[in-house]
């Protein structure tokens, strides 16, 4: 008797387990059922944090987003493209800044509340000193007007600086150099002293730099349309060529190698920045390849411009300045080019390297 009562206990604790089990299923399915044919109901204590979705995160070294204010201008039109002879977009979608392709009123409105602070490099060695003066003060009344303003100026012969009225909010710094025996040197190096320098200073007081020849002067406004991750200004002697006549470094024992048939545009040298911790990366690769180059016994054929342009090819620009914004006053002024931003001053190079 008693195993028969031991055995009756355990079919019936069996059977409520399963009666337990077949509800578990049950139940799940007919909610779903339920909810899948009736209305949708959002319980709110599903989300633990609520408030999370209402918190606008601040990164460190970025500026929070800024909302356009209610400015009055043309309505943009998808069927209405403002430059139809030239290319305003790369086919790696970075845009092409030309005249007409910006509205100035607008950026301003976005970029002036961020507060930033905008370096400059240009180097001045030997007889190159003779260009600041002109390049400041051209920078002072056409260059970033209403922002404030950094220039590091790279000298081996600081006494010789002129000194500039800058406006309010806007400095000058002198940054001593050696001077090297060879301008091809001067040039090499660098890539070596902007890396040097934004990691020790100017990362800690610059959101954006740009490393600009000295021996040129700004003729119309340039803005914050210039701004971006990493900025290349396209060469005004190739801007209209095919890449077969590029002067790219063609031997392939260079680290500044580009192959036949391959290439996008052709960089000057003159002219490229970007977020300052970009810039510090592009300096630092294009120093690591020139070394390469220097222990192989390698001069790239156009020095630092021709790894400017290696690099360049690998690890594309996300904003591409037109030849606007680096002409060559020895040239004619194509209809394609509206007006001249920034452009060389005329001299005698073999005078100013000897």
Known sequence: MHRISCFREMTGWKVVKSLLVLCLILIPIFIWMTVWNGPIHYLPYYLPCPEIFSMKLQYAEEKPVQLFPQLFYPQ???????????????????????????????????????NLTIGVTAFATGKYTKFVGRFVESAEKLFMKGYRVNYYIFTNDPQVIPRVQLQPGRSLRIV????????????????????????????????????LDIDMVFHNPWGVETLGEMVAAIHPGYFNVPRSQFPYERRSSSAAFIPDRQGDFYYAGAVFGGLVKQVYEFTRACHMTILADKANGIMAAWQEESHLNRHFFSHKPSKLLSPEYVWDDTKPRPPEVRLIRFSTVNKNYKELRD
């Open 76 to 114: 943009p039109r998808s069927l209405d493209q403002k430059r139809q002879d030239v290319l305003t977009l790369t086919p790696w979608l970075a845009p092409i800044v030309w005249e007409g392709t910006f509205n100035s009123e607008l950026l301003d409105s976005a970029y002036k509340p961020l």
């Open 176 to 211: 001593p150099i050696k001077k090297y025996s060879h301008w091809q040197e001067i040039s090499m190096r660098r890539m070596e002293a902007i890396n040097r320098h934004i990691a020790e200073v100017s990362h800690q007081e610059v959101n954006y730099l740009f490393c």
